[in-house]
């Protein structure tokens, strides 16, 4: 069983800066790619980026390009999201994800672990 636990969300203003860590317990860590998803109110969970189970290969929605970064360091079982330049529309519960399979896909129900989320609220 893996376990999922993600930090750094927060309240900040437009145009800043904030970085989420999910770190995993499991052995299985280092084999799984990896997600963030966000969700807001009445909207649909939708993937922010992705990563693949070595980090060579990583996703981005094409609203967060340019902005955030997904990174991982499997010998501490960490998944990081480096959100610069953060705009309103980036308000939302962020979610940490990973999935029994080396490479990523987007659609959320192809995730089998989640973490319990980390609100991350941006103010015009």
């Known amino acids: 069983q893996v376990q999922l636990v993600e930090s750094g969300g927060g309240l900040v203003q437009a145009g800043g800066s904030l970085r989420l860590s999910c770190v995993a317990s499991?052995?299985?860590?280092?084999?799984?790619?990896m997600g963030w998803f966000r969700q807001a109110p009445a909207k649909e969970r939708e993937i922010v980026a992705a990563?693949?189970?070595?980090?060579?290969?990583?996703y981005y929605a094409e609203s967060v390009k340019g902005r955030f970064t997904i990174s991982r360091d499997n010998a501490k079982n960490t998944v990081l999201l480096q959100m610069n330049s953060l705009k309103p529309e980036d308000t939302a519960v962020y979610y940490c994800?990973?999935?029994?399979?080396?490479?990523?896909?987007?659609?959320?129900?192809?995730?089998?672990?989640w973490g319990q989320g980390t609100q991350v609220t941006v103010s015009s």
């Open positions: 499991g052995r299985t860590f280092s084999s799984s790619a």
């Open positions: 994800a990973g999935r029994i399979a080396r490479y990523y896909v987007t659609p959320p129900s192809e995730y089998e672990y």
């Open positions: 990563i693949s189970w070595s980090g060579g290969s990583t």
